[in-house]
């Protein structure tokens, strides 16, 4: 028997339903909320201290900051993905208008997609929805 939520499958061996949130450390904690809340519009839901004292920003959309940690050697990942159900084409407009660079638009199996940077040089991918059987989006 397959468990559905929110028309996502949890999955059957680990109850894992979908993702919950990602926390990234930061060189700079109010420049990320900045870029993260004034560029793309993310909200902040909450600001506290980790167990370890490090400042923490999360986010409604479910996206933590924090300050690097100074015994941290983790490898990072290659890219952070928002869903974009209206489309890039807002995305892309902030873009240009704040002069930030970003990659020509391409399709990706999760739709038509667009990659900047953020200010720590973490790869940003917004897309829209027509890899997940949404309306075709034009940017």
Request: hydrophobic share 35%.
């Amino acid at each position: 028997m397959t468990h559905v939520r929110d028309g996502l499958p949890i999955a059957t061996a680990s109850g894992i339903w979908r993702v919950s949130h990602i926390l990234l450390e930061v060189d700079d904690l109010e420049r990320s909320v900045a870029f993260y809340e004034g560029l793309l519009g993310l909200t902040v839901r909450e600001r506290a201290v980790l167990a370890d004292g490090r400042p923490y920003v999360s986010t409604e959309q479910g996206l933590g900051l924090t300050t690097r940690s100074a015994a941290s050697d983790a490898p990072s990942f290659d890219h952070l993905a928002f869903r974009c159900p209206e489309g890039i084409d807002a995305v892309r407009q902030l873009l240009e208008s704040r002069e930030i660079p970003f990659e020509p638009i391409r399709r990706t199996p999760y739709g038509l997609s667009i990659y900047f940077r953020d200010p720590d040089a973490y790869r940003i991918e917004c897309h829209d929805s027509t890899g997940f059987g949404g309306d075709p989006q034009v940017a």
